[in-house]
């Protein structure tokens, strides 16, 4: 239950859309129990804010089964709604017909962080990172600790080796207790809170993105690989690890790198020529995927950030530009994994969150969420009637539309 309500305050702050009109006609059934809980008549223009998707889930448990109840398997469509009253968030499931109305779980809402560091408070550091930027340990220090929340006496996660470099994805807070300045970041797919210094010593540095030259790549002549010559292959191209890139195949001569710096470009690597390079994602792209449409011979080009955000580009092939068509608000982590089908109608995502979703590719709809993963995702795999999933645990998931489903 903790952990649901920690996904639910995240969601908000990571700023997920808020419709004001066209509410779905089941928020009302929502709202009724939130009426009989508040012991007072709650309306739409009442409440601070509220979000929804719906989705198709495998049963009417609505995706928040309840303890001591047994659900057939029975796929039901239904939303959910997330509603902020009253200083509460409010995760409601409700199906289409509205016969089922579930309160999934409750959580505080988020209030604004206090000024940091305070103004007042000249025993802070002055902060050198930001939101977004690469930063690394300073090399020839110690490591440094990663927590799970701000602060020396929260629980200890990991270590960071001098010279390493990590993502930041939010901050600063600053703890009064021992005045330091603490950064929400990722390294190597953990995500903590680190320290940025104290006592006029800082312990990590930004990293200048600017300085760090485009890789180079060697081939001149590309040679397609065969069973003749396979024993012929050998080292093109190495990256430090310092400067990660997520990097895809586009065409036989186009490579789609992705930087921690959030860049995404088209490269051709037989003339080493950067073909259009675009601002994708506020963090680290962390997936990339490309396909083609093979009715329509539409390119499409999908990206995946630390921050949880999914892009999808269309590719205009003459001019080698990326025409950016949806932008989604799709994980509560990084996204680490991306999957079109075969025709490129649909895309599968997956991410720290350890869920498996669905979107429609030209206008980003949320089709299903799919749970069961018990640990962030690392692959995904369309087939002709099925989708592979697996998670970093090594559990496999297939997913798959029962031959007795009906379709609405």
Known sequence: MLKRLFILTTILLLGVPVWAQNAPEPINAALAD?????????????????????????????GCPQPGVAYADVITSGFQFIITYAGTIYDY??????SIVILCGT?????AAPPCPPPDDTAFLTPRLTKGVQARVVVGDLPNVIRDQPGSSS????QIPPGDSFIVLDGPRCTLLDKIVWWQINYNNLIGWTGEGKD???????VDLQSTPTPTFTIEAPVAVTVANAGSMTQLYATNAANPLTITTFDERTLVVGGADGSLMLLDYRTNTEKTKVAAHSGAVTSLVSGVNPSTSVSYIASGGADGIIKIWQVELHTTTLKLLVQISAHTGAVTNLEFDAQCNLLASGGED???RLWRVLDGESLSVLNGHVAAINDLS?????????????KVMIWGIPSNATSG
């Open 93 to 98: 499931r409700v199906s289409d017909d509205q």
């Open 382 to 394: 369309f087939h002709a009637t099925a989708l592979l999933s697996q998670d970093t645990s090594g």
């Open 200 to 206: 006029s010593t800082y312990w990590v540095e930004p």
């Open 107 to 111: 959580a505080l809402a988020p209030v």
């Open 354 to 356: 350890k869920s498996v």
């Open 155 to 158: 629980q200890l996660l990991g």
């Open 34 to 62: 939130l009426s009989t809980r508040a012991n007072r008549n709650v309306t739409l223009a009442q409440v601070d804010k509220w979000n929804y998707q719906q989705s198709v889930y495998p049963s009417p448990a609505l």
